[in-house]
């Protein structure tokens, strides 16, 4: 039972970390219809501008919190500039923009390992953040829960901001219809720029979390590309634009993959069984609803 | 006499069809004018151009301004209040919201809008995908209608509903005539006569007449004009 609860919460933690991944994708794809596979590398330079920071704070008490704020603020920048500069000349060319993305992503990861070579990293992080808390027999990480709460603070965040605040609600309007929304007056450029940087800044801190919760505090070029794929699942599942589909469906995904890795996933050659069933969950969903848990009819 | 709205020779193609072939015309500054013509002869096309939504090539001037080539939001904050023919209401948002996204910043009045809109008060926080046609309609006059705009491009606003919401709509034209210039696409010859005081007549993608409302009481011009026997 007690190893039961640990490894909910680590898959509960996981998919924190997918959420903060897959709802700037979700909220790109939902308003401006782009399909960003550059997400995954403002995810790896979230984490390497934390891992920046941390090599230059001392690592006590809530030092961690400059480092998160270092990634996400990374992750924004990078997103903004991407929007402005690659982004906005396609817009209306589908086509194009995947093909950019891609470009991006390939070019960035590459500088990544000329710059820093393709060994991990190591993140410094305060001793809070790895040591783990008692619950009963059970020792559950507190990166974990780090993870959730990041992964939570984030949801409660963009709802308030979704709902309550005027361009939260032209970004809802700008999803169903951008035509009308300039037709109000309202500059969409602006509600674009500001939902990749968004989206990048959630990225950039689930970087760092990943690095710190699931891969022994190590930074690595390559990381993003790795989750981009799990968060693409998360968004179909969840819904195309919905962000409350992708939480709901990045806390199923995460608690699958760990769930099945866990109990069924040891042994020779079922090591990927986890991996395995997060599509196998995708199929299954797709047949039963296609479009996703909470996603719009078409 | 004051223009609202230039349009020198302005051309439009949609998917191939060249649907706008040198429209010209000129709106006066005040009371309603009515942009008529049969169905597909490009009268909503000629109001998304005017605010930039449908590329086109040719002179466009709005309450004085050259907007040609303009973005459809700088187009808006001159002071234009569009009301499309679908409505087009934000269905996922509440009819609050649906107000609240057309506050530019200044000037909002919304005791003027739920004056002559009691319902949209009531049904603030209703999503506005459930309203009823009529509803919906009042909700897209209401969003323009939330600050003072000196120009009202309205398409259709009679198109679809009941005669209980036909009138309520005329009766509230009739009001912001007084206050705003109003161009204002409709097919309804009896709507137009009762609140226009100009028309223009689109055909073949160019304006094939100009004139007085009044004109609109001779039979064979409207059955020549718009094929519609009164």
């Known amino acids: ?298 | 006499m004051n223009s609202a709205v230039t349009v020198r020779d302005l051309h439009v193609s949609i998917a191939g069809s060249h649907v706008l072939q040198g429209v010209d015309l000129r709106v006066e500054a005040g009371g309603v004018t009515a942009l008529l013509g049969r169905n597909g002869v490009g009268k909503t096309t000629t109001l998304r151009s005017l605010i930039g939504l449908q590329p086109g090539t040719g002179g466009i001037e709005i309450l004085g301004t050259s907007v040609a080539g303009w973005p459809t939001h700088k187009i808006i904050r001159l002071g234009v209040g569009y009301v499309p023919e679908d409505r087009d209401v934000f269905a996922g948002l509440t009819v609050s919201e649906n107000l609240r996204i057309a506050e530019t910043g200044k000037d909002m009045n919304y005791d003027r809008v739920y004056a002559l809109f009691p319902e949209l008060k009531r049904r603030a926080r209703q999503l506005a995908g459930t309203l009823s046609g009529g509803q919906q309609q009042m909700l897209a006059i209401g969003r323009v209608l939330l600050e003072r705009r000196p120009l009202l491009l309205i398409d259709e606003p009679t198109k679809g509903l009941s005669p209980k919401f036909v009138s309520e709509v005329v009766d509230v034209l009739h009001r912001v005539r007084e206050t705003a210039t109003v161009l204002m696409v409709e097919q309804n010859v009896h709507v137009v006569r009762g609140l226009a005081q100009r028309v223009i007549v689109l055909d073949h993608g160019t304006v094939a007449y100009t004139g007085e409302a009044g004109d609109l009481d001779d039979e064979d011009l409207t059955r020549r004009l718009l094929g519609v026997h009164q």
């Open chain 1, 1 to 298: 039972m007690t190893t039961f609860i640990a490894i909910t919460v680590s898959g509960l933690a996981l998919g924190a970390v997918y959420f903060l991944i897959s709802s700037g994708l979700s909220l790109i794809y939902g308003l401006m219809d782009v399909l960003n596979f550059a997400h995954g590398v403002f995810l790896t330079l979230g984490a390497y501008a934390g891992w920046a920071v941390a090599q230059h704070v001392p690592q006590r008490g809530p030092a961690f919190v400059l480092t998160a704020l270092a990634a996400a603020a990374a992750g924004a920048a990078v997103a903004a500039l991407t929007e402005i500069a690659l982004i906005r000349p396609l817009y209306g060319r589908p086509v194009s923009q995947i093909l950019v993305t891609i470009g991006l992503d390939l070019a960035l990861v590459g500088l990544l390992l000329g710059g820093f070579g393709s060994d991990s990293r190591p993140v410094p992080v305060p001793g809070w953040v790895s040591a783990v808390t008692a619950i009963g027999p059970e020792r559950i990480p507190n990166g974990d829960f780090a993870a959730l709460a990041v992964g939570l603070a984030v949801l409660a965040a963009l709802t308030w901001f979704l709902r309550r605040t005027r361009y939260g609600i032209v970004i809802r309007a700008g999803a169903e219809n951008r035509d009308m929304v300039r037709a109000l007056g309202i500059d969409v450029g602006r509600a674009f720029t500001l939902v990749f940087a968004i989206g990048g800044a959630a990225a950039g801190l689930a970087g760092l979390l990943n690095s710190v919760v699931f891969n022994s505090a190590l930074v690595d070029p390559e990381q993003g590309d790795q989750l981009l794929i799990f968060a693409f699942i998360v968004v179909v599942i969840g819904g195309l634009g919905s962000i409350t589909g992708s939480a709901i469906a990045a806390l199923l995904v995460g608690l699958v993959q760990v769930y099945v890795t866990f109990y069924a996933g040891h042994g020779a050659g079922l090591g990927q069984l986890g991996n395995m069933s997060v599509v196998l969950l995708l199929a299954a969903v797709l047949l039963v609803r296609p479009r996703g848990l909470l996603g719009r009819a078409a």
